[in-house]
T-cell receptor, first 111, second 110 residues
């Protein structure tokens, strides 16, 4: 079974803090994705990566950056967290097919 | 940019009832996926549709890829309490990216 794990299920941070969200997959997938999920808006793509050290902007990259130093790990970074970044963050990975496998999500609250 | 509309936004049904939800788009797609998200979990793939006009079944689930390639629907027959969750359509866009609909929140009353 594919397993995608995220470092925290719940996280509370203060405005201005630097926040790291970690995602690890164990199936040697090339592609990894970060989404945020907000009620009524579905899942929106923040960043994705096709390979180690490669990254591409998604639909809403502003305020975020990413890092992919190893194939199995894809990190989402909020350089200076703001209250409008309070959301559910979902990581996914994919191999050559179309299916993306999702982690359980991190619910981030920025106070 | 493309517009993707999923409806209804929410449904409240009794156990045993059938459910229908759909997605429409202003753009043409060659692949439609349907995902389900259980409470507190990440989405999981239910059904993938690769051919316009194709009707695909998976147990109590039936999904169709519209002939115009701009729409898709998902039906659930004889709903049960574990069908509760959020259902997303997700057509495949350029670069193998998925675009997700707004989601349909399904509540099933026993």
């Amino acid at each position: 079974d594919v397993k995608v794990t995220q470092s925290s299920r719940y996280l509370v941070k203060r405005t201005g803090e630097k926040v790291f969200l970690e995602c690890v997959q164990d199936m040697d997938h090339e592609n990894m994705f970060w989404y945020r999920q907000d009620p009524g808006l579905g899942l929106r793509l923040i960043y994705f990566s096709y390979d180690v050290k490669m990254k591409e902007k998604g639909d809403i990259p502003e305020g975020y950056s990413v890092s992919r130093e190893k194939k199995e790990r894809f990190s989402l970074i909020l350089e200076s967290a703001s209250t409008n970044q309070t959301s559910m963050y979902l990581c996914a990975s994919r191999t050559g097919g179309n299916e993306q496998f999702f982690g359980p999500g991190t619910r981030l609250t920025v106070l | 940019g493309q517009q993707l509309n999923q409806s209804p936004q929410s449904m409240f049904i009794q156990e045993g009832e059938d459910v229908s939800m759909n997605c429409t788009s202003s753009s043409i797609f060659n692949t439609w996926l349907w995902y389900k998200q259980d409470p507190g979990e990440g989405p999981v793939l239910l059904i993938a549709l690769y051919k316009a006009g194709e009707l695909t079944s998976n147990g109590r689930l039936t999904a169709q890829f519209g002939i115009t390639r701009k729409d898709s629907f998902l039906n659930i027959s004889a709903s049960i309490p574990s069908d509760v969750g959020i259902y997303f359509c997700a057509p495949l866009t350029s670069g193998s990216r998925l675009t997700f609909g707004e989601g349909t929140q399904l509540t099933v009353n026993p």
